[in-house]
């Protein structure tokens, strides 16, 4: 399994270095809720709401024999998503040997450079849909 960030049709792709240990898929839905008169409460099945999806990991900055990427530094791979993020560009993520292939957009991402040089990070991101 690999994951991939891309913006632009592939222009730029971020292969992440480290698979997380695991990551969230959140697929809400917008079901309603109403008080009636005679039945108390119905619930009417809404529509599919947007996902997303979170993971937590690392950014390396020495070389690993587990690595999956080797091509940028530790804070290459954070000013790249910085960069897409301050650039308001849809991202394309494909998680490999899942059906995992959507647009999105960072909701959240935060890091801890550690005193070992390692920078962990938490990641959120949500599908946008492209009109």
């Not at 991939?4 to 959140?26: C, D, G, H, M, W």
């Not at 979170?54 to 998503?81: E, H, K, M, N, Q």
Request: net charge neutral; hydrophobic share 40%; glycine share 4%.
């Amino acid at each position: 399994m690999d994951i991939y960030l891309s913006v632009n049709n592939r222009e730029q792709i971020l292969k992440l270095p480290v698979l997380p240990a695991e990551f969230t898929v959140s697929k809400p839905h917008a079901n309603e809720v109403f008080e009636t008169v005679t039945q108390g409460q119905l619930k009417l099945i809404g529509r599919p709401s947007l996902k997303s999806i979170s993971w937590s990991s690392f950014f390396p900055v020495r070389d690993y024999p587990f690595l999956r990427d080797r091509s940028d530094t530790a804070f290459g791979y954070l000013y790249t998503i910085d960069t897409w993020m301050l650039q308001k560009l849809p991202i394309r993520l494909i998680i490999t040997q899942t059906p995992i292939n959507m647009a999105c957009c960072v909701d959240d991402f935060s890091y801890t450079i550690k005193k070992d040089g390692d920078m962990n990070y938490s990641i959120t991101l949500s599908e946008v849909k492209l009109i």
